[in-house]
């Protein structure tokens, strides 16, 4: 998803590694395109930009030999207009005297296209960034060159979410503004810098401004003021201390961003649970009003995060004897919105904490008066900032665009409340690294050979059962990212239902299995092996289940309810082996993003 970053500094000179090194800390919200521009001391602005790699792109265009006073670098994937040189961002006003770049989407933009062309301003693109560029050149050109004000009133004009940053060559400063969109401004010396997250800031500085919505940051290399976008008042906060890590996101020995964080999953649920136990945090989140028994408690989020909901809810009903309701964001708002209130409780699920899907469901809940539980990796996130009370999954960065190591710690954080829900010891909880570490080793090579056997197919299915059902969801929608193959993920009682039809000679069907199901496992593998299906089972040694199926794939026997975790990894490993040998690279899957911030 687009990111944006700008930089005012003190003295003239030369902004393109920074700049660059921005751009390469944002990479992994995804982005079909890259552009750079910096206004020099006397106010001539150079812009490059283009579709394609940022090293690439960098190398060809020569971004590191940009020199300026302030620069902005974007990151863009396409939602508005195809990915081409014109629609990269950042863009120019009509003159060229207005320099800017966003993050979102303008939903309106195709009318303000129209409205601009009519208006004999010159633009250049389709896209909505430009939309933003030229919104703020009409009031500016009409107002006598007053940046805020023009500001202001383009607000009214641009409908949607997004956060900019712009600036005009004589002007020297920097102008932001956040609806919607993630964006943090970071306070150094003869610096400051605006970006859509925290690592392209941390390197530069770790005295950190939020920004909130509706809020216009005015940055100059002495500091950042804000002001409200709708009365134009200044608004005074202090700059908070960012105390924690700032890790370089490099590959160390892997030859994927993917598998290294796949490996690092023991360490990062240790650090969970090391965080867990002791958080203040947790009690707060436990005693918001209620998670009460009377009420179910909703768990909301997209894509793999609704996974750890689905699998959330099997754990808070099993282990707690509580009623949690999994729901995608937009469920949750077409579903629950028109009722939920005060006294209701949603946990809200997102990496990135940025998951427009998810933000939109928040938004509601607050509105109607319902608590605002969330659980992100990223902190200084919307999420947080929208959050009555939060939980960081202190996963570190995650690179690669398919979700591995924040899945795991989800997983781990619902286990981990339900287990204090239901009163049990969380020290049971210390075996996960370990049998985790463990996990990776068994299963990797037969992982590898279960890739090479699918390899020749083109669509298959991953079945659960029960607590294994959110991870065949997972594990089909990994190999559905990175490998391009069609898998679908269902409870496997449903198999039988419709879907068994697509069973024929060698149909690959792989079978999720946790201790105590493999009774009704065999029976469904037997389905499938009747019809000429090849059945791969992923479980615990169980020579039974093993006397029923073609290939198995054996994970350390461990307790029931760390079963669906201990699983996930191998299903991360098939994907990931199975990618590799198609020539995919895993990290960056077409047409993906790792972070939505659009409908
Ligand atoms: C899949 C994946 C996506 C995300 C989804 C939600 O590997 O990463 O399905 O899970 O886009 O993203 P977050 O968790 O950032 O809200």
Redesign the pocket.
């Known amino acids: 998803m687009c990111g944006i970053f700008g930089v005012i500094t003190r003295e003239e000179q030369t902004l393109g590694p920074t700049l660059v090194e921005a751009a390469r800390r944002l990479a992994y919200r995804g982005y079909d395109s890259v552009g750079c521009a910096t206004v020099a001391a006397d106010g001539s602005i150079d812009l490059r930009k283009d579709v394609g790699r940022i090293a690439e792109v960098s190398d060809r265009l020569g971004f590191p030999e940009m020199r300026g006073l302030r620069g902005i670098t974007q990151l863009r994937w396409a939602t508005f207009g195809a990915p081409s040189q014109p629609n990269a961002q950042p863009h120019l006003d009509s003159d060229g005297d207005l320099v800017g770049a966003h993050n979102g989407n303008v939903v309106n933009n195709v009318q303000l296209r129209e409205l601009f062309i009519r208006e004999g301003l010159t633009v250049r693109g389709t896209n909505d960034g430009e939309s933003c560029v030229h919104a703020v050149e009409r009031h500016y050109d009409r107002n006598g060159g007053d940046m805020l004000a023009a500001i202001r009133a383009a607000y009214h004009d641009l409908e949607g979410d997004y956060a900019f940053v712009i600036t005009q060559r004589g002007d020297h400063r920097l102008y932001a503004i956040k609806k919607g969109s993630g964006l943090v401004a970071g306070l150094g010396e003869g610096m400051t810098c605006v970006s859509s997250d925290l690592p392209s800031i941390l390197p530069l500085t770790r005295r950190i401004l939020p920004i909130r919505d509706g809020e216009i940051a005015v940055l100059s290399p002495e500091g950042v003021e804000l002001y409200d976008v709708r009365d134009g008042r200044r608004i005074e906060r202090e700059a908070e201390w960012y105390d924690g890590p700032i890790e370089a996101a490099e590959k160390g020995g892997y030859p994927h961003f993917m598998l290294k964080e796949i490996h690092e999953q023991p360490a990062v649920v240790g650090e969970l649970l090391h965080l867990l136990n002791g958080s203040s945090h947790v009690e707060r989140f436990l005693q918001a009003p209620p998670l009460p028994r009377e009420r179910p408690v909703y768990l909301v989020?997209?894509?793999?995060?609704?996974?750890a909901c689905l699998l959330g809810a099997y754990y808070f009903g099993q282990l707690a004897g509580r009623l949690a309701v999994p729901l995608l964001?937009p469920q949750f708002n077409e579903q629950c919105g028109c009722w939920v209130g005060p006294g209701d409780v949603a946990v809200f699920?997102?990496?990135?904490?940025?998951?427009k899907?998810?933000l939109n469901a928040v938004k509601v809940m607050r509105e109607r008066g319902g608590q605002v539980l969330g659980v992100?990796?990223?902190l200084g996130s919307t999420?947080m900032h929208e959050s009555d009370s939060y939980l960081p999954l202190a996963c570190g960065y995650e690179i690669s665009?398919?979700?591995?190591k924040?899945?795991v710690n989800?997983a781990v954080l619902f286990l981990y409340l339900a287990y204090r829900l239901a009163g049990r010891d969380v020290a049971g909880l210390d075996t996960l690294p370990g049998l985790l570490a463990e996990t990776l080793v068994a299963t990797d090579a037969a992982a590898r050979q279960v890739a090479e056997y699918l390899l020749g197919w083109e669509a298959l299915h991953y079945l659960g059962y029960g607590l294994t059902h959110p991870i065949a969801l997972?594990g089909a929608?990994?190999l559905k990212?990175i490998t391009y193959a069609h898998c679908e993920g269902m409870f496997s009682s449903e198999f039988k239902h419709g879907p068994l039809s697509a069973v024929h000679d060698g149909y690959p069907v792989l079978f999720l299995t946790a201790p105590g199901d493999e009774a009704m496992m065999i029976s469904h593998v037997n389905e499938v092996k009747t019809r000429g299906g090849h059945a791969i089972a992923i479980a615990a040694e169980h020579p039974a289940l093993r006397a029923n199926v073609d290939d198995y794939v054996v994970v350390p026997a461990a307790e029931r309810a760390l079963m669906p975790i201990l699983l996930t990894l191998p299903a991360q490993l098939v994907a990931y082996h199975m990618s590799v040998q198609r020539g995919i690279d895993p990290d960056f899957p077409r047409n993906?993003?790792?972070?939505?911030t659009v409908d």
């Open positions: 989020g997209c894509g793999t995060s609704y996974h964001g699920v997102s990496q990135s904490g940025e998951t899907d998810v992100f990796n990223v999420l665009v398919p979700a591995t924040t899945f989800q997972e929608l990994k990212e993906l993003s790792k972070t939505l």
